[in-house]
Structure formats: structure tokens, C-alpha cells
């Protein structure tokens, strides 16, 4: 998966076009994580301090 | 912001002290709604209509901009650029209002307030979400401004030739990654809010204010290093 899209100029030079929407995705993703692991460390030092 | 330690930490909301002793959180939700003697205002009217309308900008804009590159196809240009331009009219009322009429230095945090030593009306979390949306605003309205001139507008002559390719693609590119971080981060901004020891903060952002014993909670927290990073 690469993080960019990428084109070409008028001169054919190589050029970034913008993101690949592939990034959503991941963006998602790690949302998904962060909740998931706060809510896991929330659960354990719950379970721990009891 | 406030993030000086004043020797009460009760004083942190700048709010009116003249009230009398609040209970605990418990002894207010077992009466009801506090009195309105025992709520310190947090947030003013103007403040939370800010927040309220760029969430919604940026949950339009999101929605615009990101669904039809993830399969669901619709007219969005004119939504998007409409909210854009509510967005950027957001961003300078608010770049403004905190330059002018208050003091940009409590926006960053001590050592201190790190260890949880110093209280401040926002946490060390609450600061850096602040930041991190900071920066992903200001990237994705000052690229959506420029891109405006790719688009037919009534406010802009359509100027596609103003940039080259290269510099368009840098454009759109810095203009996507604001617009992906922006989808952890609003995930991440909503999970913190509905959290229910954030209760008190959702609340405060409705309502404008905030009880003293859940102030009081908030700090004992804090300072115990139990809500400051979580």
C-alpha cells in the first residue's frame, strides 16, 4: 500500500497527485485501535486495583 | 485557558466563589441537577456555539470529502466548498479571539501539569487533542482555501494554472492527510467524550457549566494521576 497517489506533468515528470484513499482505511483502523487498547487498559487497571 | 496552578485548586475555572460548599458528585446526582449555586461556569456561550458549529463543519466536510472515494458516490463539491468556507470563517474567529482576547501561552503545559503536580482548566490530554485538531484544521483550510481556485465558485475566479502540477499535488496531498487524521482523531475526540468519568465535560460543552463537586473530582483525579493522560 503506498501513501501517496502518484501521476505525471505536462513533461511527463513524475508528480504526487495526493493521497491514497487506501489511508482511510488505516485512518479507521487506528481510530479502532486506540479505542480498543484504551478500553483494555481501562479493563485491566479496573481488575488490578480490585 | 488557564494553566497556572492557583493555590486553590477550586479557582481554576476563574468561575464565581461566592457559593456554598458542594457535596460530592454522589450527594448531587442523588439530589438531582445541582443547584445553580453550586455550577462554576467553564465555558461561555460564544465558546461552546464554536465548538458545536466546527464539529459539524468538520463531520460534513468528512463526510463530503472522504465517502465518495470510499464507494458511495454523490453531488458533494458544492457542500464541501460551502463548509469549507463556514469552516475557515470558523478558524479566524477563533485564531482571533484567542490571540486577541486571550493569552496564547496557557495553550501549551508544564512539566508540571505532565506529573499531574499543577491543575489547569484543561488537562494535558484535553491539550494535546486540542493541538492535534489545531493543526489538522489549519492544514485542511488553508490547502481547501488554495483549492478553491480549482473549483467554480461565486467567490473566486477559477484559476487551475495557478500552481503547477507538482505544487496542486503537494496541495491535495497535505489537504488528504488532514482529512484522514482527522477521521482518528474525531473518532478518538468522541470515544474521550462519552466516556462516563468525562461526563462531566460533555455536560460542561452543553451546558456551558460544570458542578463544584465534579470539579473538585476532577482535580482530586488529576492530581492522583487517575484521569490526566486517560
Redesign the interface.
Known amino acids: 500500500m503506498s501513501i501517496f497517489r502518484m501521476g505525471h506533468d505536462p513533461w511527463g515528470r513524475p508528480v504526487i497527485e495526493g493521497i491514497s484513499w487506501d489511508l482511510i482505511w488505516v485512518a479507521l483502523g487506528l481510530g479502532v485501535l486506540v479505542i480498543t487498547g484504551h478500553l483494555l487498559y481501562r479493563l485491566l487497571r479496573g481488575a488490578r486495583r480490585e | 485557558m488557564n494553566a497556572a496552578a492557583p493555590a486553590n485548586p477550586a479557582d481554576t475555572l476563574g468561575a464565581d466563589q461566592s457559593a456554598g460548599p458542594a457535596g460530592t458528585p454522589e450527594a448531587d446526582r442523588a439530589a438531582g441537577s445541582p443547584r445553580r449555586a453550586d455550577l462554576v461556569r467553564r465555558h461561555a456561550g460564544i465558546d461552546r456555539l464554536y465548538h458545536w458549529l466546527t464539529a459539524a463543519c468538520v463531520l460534513v466536510l468528512l463526510a463530503t470529502g ?1 465517502l465518495p ?2 464507494g458511495i458516490a454523490f453531488d458533494w463539491v458544492n457542500l464541501h466548498w460551502t463548509t469549507g468556507i463556514v469552516l475557515i470563517a470558523l478558524t479566524l474567529f477563533h485564531l482571533l479571539r484567542s490571540l486577541i482576547w486571550k493569552q496564547v501561552r496557557t495553550i501549551w503545559f508544564t512539566v508540571a501539569q505532565l506529573r499531574g503536580q499543577q491543575v489547569g482548566k484543561y488537562s494535558v490530554a484535553q491539550k494535546l487533542m486540542h493541538h492535534a485538531m489545531g493543526v489538522m484544521v489549519l492544514c485542511a483550510v488553508v490547502t481547501g482555501a488554495l483549492l478553491l481556485k480549482k473549483i467554480s465558485t461565486p467567490l473566486l475566479v477559477r484559476d487551475p494554472y495557478l500552481f ?3 505544487t496542486w ?2 496541495i ?2 497535505v ?3 488532514a482529512a ?2 482527522a ?2 482523531l ?3 475526540h468522541v ?1 474521550f467524550a462519552l466516556r462516563p468519568e468525562n461526563r462531566m465535560y460533555l455536560l460542561a460543552m452543553l451546558t456551558g457549566r460544570m458542578s463544584r463537586a465534579d470539579q473538585r473530582e476532577r482535580v482530586r483525579g488529576i492530581r492522583a494521576g487517575e484521569t490526566h493522560l ?1
Open positions: 472522504l472515494h470510499a503547477g502540477a507538482g499535488g503537494i491535495y496531498a489537504h488528504g492527510l484522514v487524521s477521521v482518528t474525531v473518532m478518538v470515544y486517560t
